[in-house]
């Protein structure tokens, strides 16, 4: 479907702005952005995330995002620029304890089953969206991305499922982002690895799934 949006013509100019947010306090508990649809500055990091990774594998880069407020409302939403098809984004946070032990598979799995249930949003309003779940916490232990598209609830009410989690940041001011797209119906998944240089003008990518 597509969507009247004001959307990010430059996803370098973006990074600029995300940068004083990628700390644990701002993408916890962050306030929204007002001139940008009122999206939380994780919600922004995440949406730019997904657009970094599928533009490794579009060339000319063709994903990008923008803010929504009513009447599509949500999270964001995903534009493609040569189509101008749109994907609103619903999110939603893992957040994974200090000493847990239970796995992040598991918290992953379960803030997807917050947001299947009628109360979180169930079916009708989870149709044609997809769903963005940032991973935050368990101290960058690995994971396994194939165990989770394989456990995705069955039916799935979104069109799709991504997760991004941090990999790794470094004194140096390197952050590297795993940015994972989930196929619950093979029961795999692709998984990239952004990778952003210490003064947020430049960004590599790479397949690692």
Known sequence: ????????????????D????????????????GNFGDMRPREVLANWL???AFNYESQPER????????????DGVLIDTLTDETWP??????????GDTKGQETHILSAVAQKQKPKKGGAAYARGKTLVVLLEGGGQRPWYPNKVAK??????????VWVVG???????????????????KAGTAQVWRASI????????VVRIQ
């Not at 995300?18 to 952005?33: D, K, R, T």
């Open 89 to 98: 984004t619903e999110h939603v946070l893992a957040l994974v304890p200090p």
């Open 63 to 74: 994903l990008t995002f923008a803010g929504t407020r009513d009447p599509i409302g949500g």
């Open 197 to 204: 240089a210490a003064g947020f003008d430049s960004w590599t």
């Open 18 to 33: 995300i940068q004083p947010f990628l700390n644990a306090q701002q993408l916890l508990s962050g306030a929204p952005f």
């Open 50 to 52: 997904i657009c970094a």
């Open 166 to 184: 941090l990999h790794a940041a470094s004194d140096t001011g390197e952050y590297a982002y795993d940015v994972t797209q989930m196929d619950e």
């Open 1 to 16: 479907m597509k969507y009247p949006v004001k959307r990010v013509k430059n996803l370098a100019i973006i990074l600029k």
């Open 151 to 160: 456990a995705l609830p069955s039916p799935l009410h979104f069109g799709a």
